[in-house]
């Protein structure tokens, strides 16, 4: 049987009760999930859905990474609100894409993790199996593991198993919607130009998660927890003097409400403040420092705790004017963290 699988925090507990059902049978796992946006969370959870394999001795097939055609299916659907038409959508099309994966494989049965899934609508996922019976001629099996307390059981396992758990369905649409409701931006869809690594970030995340595979392998004990922050995001920024634009570095937690303005050198009474002097060009080059660096910093500089006046190092700072232009939230977050745990 062909198992098409969405995520590991839906996988790892229905994978483990399919295999007490179908026995000896062979089970044959296969990530097809194209509507993940970025590139990078869609890695991650590819990643943790090929461990859930693994560790249930299960063979796994990632599928192509079709993001483009997604797109196309979904086109004039953008709009439509969370388990609407555009879900169908995206129900069936990772559906389809699994059952001619079945038949090349020459599987005459499939089945879903979406059915696994707390918040999918178990009625539709009937009607896009169903579609997907009769156009491909592959036998849909369903298995509704929710009941009897299998949800709870589910997070409990996942939470057992360190899996990561994802805070957004997966497409690019959903998540700029849950986030407005939210009233935050979708950073998720933000990459740093300069390589930061902002905690809970998505690059982060895989960080922690790289960390957590390579201490299984060298069956070393660890712990990952949760802790609330105080996070932030640029999300644009721009120095320019005289209409030519400067490298310019904007320090963590600068932040301002009034996104453009113009300032000259020692003009300390306005938002805008920086170093007179000239600072260290190495700051430029951010792949040599962590957001944690940044922060230690902007602290060196005389900035105290909970000081969110704009910092900004330039390459030279002169008596000049310069055009400032910001756009940038702070906002309470919760990070992961991962730690060794030495002799316990």
Known sequence: MLVHICCSVDSSYFLKKLQEKLGSEKIIGYFYDPNIHPYSEYYLRMLDAKRSCEKLAIE?????????????????LEAEPEDSIRCKVCFDSRLEASAKKAKALGE?????????S??????KLEKSAEHVQSQFGVEFAFFDFRKNGGTQAQFLLAKEEHAYRQNYCGCLYGLSAQREKQNRSANELYSDSNALCYPNSIQERMEVFATRDRLEQEQKKYKISKRNI???????????????????????YSYSKQKKFS????????????????????????KHYSFEKLVALREKLGFKSFDVSVVIILERVNSK?????LTSEIFTDTQQIIEERDGE
């Not at 005459?108 to 059915?115: A, H, N, Q």
Request: glycine residues 6%; without cysteine.
């Open 321 to 325: 004017k310069y055009k400032i232009e």
């Open 263 to 286: 300032v000259s050198e020692g003009d300390n009474e306005k938002a805008f403040l920086f170093s007179a002097k000239e600072i260290g060009i190495e700051f430029l080059d951010l």
């Open 108 to 116: 005459t049965k499939m089945t879903t993790t979406l059915l696994m």
């Open 118 to 123: 707390p918040k999918k609508d178990f009625k």
């Open 230 to 252: 105080l996070n932030y995001r640029l999300l644009w920024g721009r120095v320019s003097q005289e209409k030519k634009v400067l490298d310019a570095l904007f320090l963590p």
């Open 60 to 76: 796994f097939i990632e599928g192509e990474y079709d993001y483009e055609n997604w797109i196309l299916s979904v086109k004039g």
